[in-house]
């Protein structure tokens, strides 16, 4: 599988941006489909996961991002609104295939940039 992540860009603050990850192969409902971000100078943190039907946030991102997917076009997308200068990171989706008892396999997309900034 791989990902392909798109729809960065440069944004005002409090704009908003829809991310994408699109997968070359199909996204089974089992996947955990997980965006990322890496802001400059910072570590890696989680921003937003799907698992099945469920979805968790970041504290930061609470009530202002969204994830979701399309089934049929094998695609996770991040809508981000209320966009702060915070927010401006890499960011990077990633898909955890469990398989029972073997390992999970991962994949990551590239990343694309989100820059907020007036």
């Known amino acids: 599988v791989q990902l392909q992540a798109s729809g960065g860009g440069l944004v005002q603050p409090g704009g908003s941006l829809r991310l994408s990850c699109a997968a070359s192969?199909?996204?089974?409902?089992?996947?955990?489909m997980t965006w990322y971000r890496r802001a400059p100078g910072k570590q890696r943190e989680l921003v937003a996961r799907?698992?099945?039907?469920?979805?968790d946030y970041a504290d930061p991102v609470k009530g202002r991002f969204t994830i979701s997917r399309d089934n049929a076009k094998n695609t996770v997308y991040l809508q981000m609104n209320s966009l702060e200068p915070e927010d401006t990171a890499v960011y990077y989706c990633?898909?955890?295939?469990?398989?029972?008892?073997?390992?999970?396999?991962?994949?990551w997309g590239q990343g694309t940039l989100v820059t907020v900034s007036s």
């Open positions: 990633n898909l955890e295939r469990r398989r029972g008892s073997l390992p999970p396999l991962y994949y």
């Open positions: 192969g199909s996204i089974f409902v089992f996947d955990v």
């Open positions: 799907m698992s099945g039907g469920s979805t």
